[in-house]
């Protein structure tokens, strides 16, 4: 009979021969599964999902993210749709008296679809290679996809051992399978060597691993098996490492640890691909006026943006502190903000440099590490006049008002005309700026204003002839819809009984209201939505400079 180590050699060699690039991507699509391990606090967490949800991710690849048992209903019911939960473990029964036991059928009930087995760092606390598997089929018989761990420590790898410690993992795997299981299941080897150690494992040791494993599979499960099963990479891939590793043909993706908790995650998720993946951008801003905070402070729950500088001739930081901290409208401040000294705030514990210039190109935002601007002072409007911040180190400025010359965008309308020559740019807010931002609406369709005696919260109440007749019940329906889809975030729908107040701090741009709007005829209709003029806008100038930041 063979040994183990001479059966590990044969398949190493025969697998590449047996399963081809090509059969990589007909049968197994890239996989990123990101392991938070014990990590998260609860704000933590909000802004991890944020992250994610706002991220532009590949369609190419499928990703899990699998947090602590304690927020894994959280980040199920946040989480976007095209990215699925997982489990960080399972036990090996249903319910019952098992104390720190998390059963599939709790995970299942929550929505999650995923769970790990396996991982080293269990292992490493006595976990058999049939506990695991056991644990792993009971997974599967309930429904939840597993994604099965294995790997080896230093020592094996240094002594030429390595499928002599993985092979009986992948064993035991395979004991309890059926076929139709494997189709539920990811094999991710983790070089435990590798892990936080500053050791790594090169593409081609990796792509070594992965084609042995690949050829034993072939044998103990059948060569179907072998060839639609993905294998991923656990061992500290990052954005630096993945592209290299991805290239080979048996690594079908990776599980992330560390990585996971950082905006370098999308980078891994695209490694692959021509997507080009947020970053956190870091923002100054000029006017410390009603938009100027409120823009901070919309900017506190967003993990995408770092307001780095502030500048305001007119306004010290002790006062600053006191502004920002207590709003009438909108409510005190949840967080810490205090004056570290003269040129210095901290929100959060995050240092913000405070300048008090006159002319916005004495202003040293390059020193500060701005790269945009927020102009919201409501002077320096036309694009001479705002070019002035470049003279200081920004790189681009986004006017909070309409601009005489400025191009100006919409988010949700006309971003996307967006060009990233463009320097110096409007986040449009007027009824006037129709015609600017839709060109072929331009003398149809116009607006105006007007204050009444509320304290915050506009309206819109817009009464139209349409060429092509519609019931009020399909606008409706077409609203709706947008606003689950590709105007989410912007434009909400509601169909309750509201006052003006309901709106305030709503971070969207236009709520429809159902409720009040009518249809005279199919032709002749009138539509009402409602919008908070300051904190709606103030999230789109964020967003505005995140599309910015993605286009360039």
């Known amino acids: 009979m063979q040994s183990t180590r001479t059966v590990a050699s044969s398949v190493s060699k025969a697998a590449a021969r047996a399963y081809s690039s090509s ?41 899990v993210v699998c947090p602590s048992q304690l927020h894994v209903q959280k980040v199920t019911e946040g989480i976007r749709g095209d990215i699925a939960v997982g489990a960080q473990d399972v036990w090996t029964q249903g319910n019952g008296a098992f104390t720190g036991e998390t059963s599939a059928e709790m995970l299942s009930d929550m929505g999650v679809q995923w769970t790990l087995v396996g ?5 490493g606390k006595g976990e058999t290679d049939a506990e695991v598997a056991a644990k ?8 939840l996809k597993v994604i099965a761990c294995c790997g080896e420590p230093l020592e094996n790898r240094e002594a030429g051992t390595t499928n ?16 139709e299981d494997w189709k539920n299941v990811v094999i991710a080897y983790e070089p435990i060597w590798a892990i936080g150690t500053g050791l790594t494992a090169t593409p081609e040791q990796a792509q070594d691993t992965h084609a042995a494993i690949r050829g034993y599979l072939g044998q103990i499960a059948g060569a179907d098996v072998a060839a639609d099963t993905r294998i991923l990479y656990g061992g500290s891939a990052n954005a630096a490492t993945a592209p290299g590793l ?14 996971s908790l950082k905006p370098e995650f999308a980078d891994i998720v695209n490694c692959q691909g021509s997507e080009k993946s947020l970053k956190p951008v870091n923002i100054g801003i000029n006017g410390f006026g009603r938009i100027g905070r409120l823009v901070m402070r919309a900017a506190q729950n967003d993990p995408m943006v770092n307001i780095v500088a502030v500048n305001d001739p007119f306004i010290p930081t002790n006062y600053m502190q006191y502004m920002f901290k207590h709003d009438t409208t ?55 006049k705002a070019s002035a911040h470049l003279q200081g180190g920004a790189s ?19 971003n996307q005309a967006y060009e990233s020559s463009m320097d110096v740019v409007s986040n449009a807010s007027s009824a006037k700026a129709v015609g600017k931002v839709i060109p072929e609406l331009n003398g149809k369709l116009t ?32 609203i709706k819809e947008a606003s689950e889809g590709k105007m989410a975030g912007i434009l909400e729908y509601q169909d309750s009984d509201v006052v003006s107040s309901d709106f305030i701090s709503n971070s969207s741009s236009s709520v429809f209201d159902e409720k009040a709007g009518i249809a005279l005829t199919d032709d002749f209709v009138k539509l009402v939505s409602w919008y908070d003029n300051e904190a709606g806008y103030s999230n789109r100038v964020l967003d505005l400079i995140k599309h910015m930041e993605v286009s360039k």
């Open 23 to 63: 059969t990589k991507v007909e049968a197994r699509k890239f996989f990123v599964g990101g392991n938070w391990k014990c990590n998260g606090s609860v704000q933590q967490v909000n802004e991890l999902i944020s992250m994610l949800n706002q991220s532009t991710l590949s369609t190419e690849t499928e990703v």
């Open 119 to 123: 991982h080293s760092e269990r292992r």
């Open 136 to 143: 792993a089929k009971y997974a599967l018989d309930k429904g």
């Open 164 to 179: 002599d410690f993985v092979f009986p993992q992948i064993k035991a795997y395979a004991d309890v399978f059926s076929k």
């Open 246 to 259: 991805s290239s080979k043909e048996d690594i079908d993706g990776f599980l992330v640890g560390g990585a």
């Open 330 to 384: 909108h409510g005190m401040y949840s967080g810490d903000v205090s004056v570290v000294d003269e040129s210095n705030i901290s929100i959060d514990g995050k240092t913000i440099r405070v300048f008090d210039k006159m002319n916005p190109a004495d202003i040293s935002w390059g020193d500060a590490g701005a790269d945009y601007v927020v102009e919201s002072t409501g002077v320096f409007t036309s694009t001479e």
């Open 396 to 414: 681009k400025v986004v006017i909070s008002a309409p601009s005489p010359d400025a191009p100006m965008f919409v988010m949700g309308v006309n």
């Open 447 to 478: 607006g105006m204003s007007f204050r009444v005696p509320t304290i915050n919260v506009s309206v819109v109440d817009l009464t139209c002839r349409l060429e092509k007749g519609a019931s009020y019940e399909t606008i409706c329906a077409a």
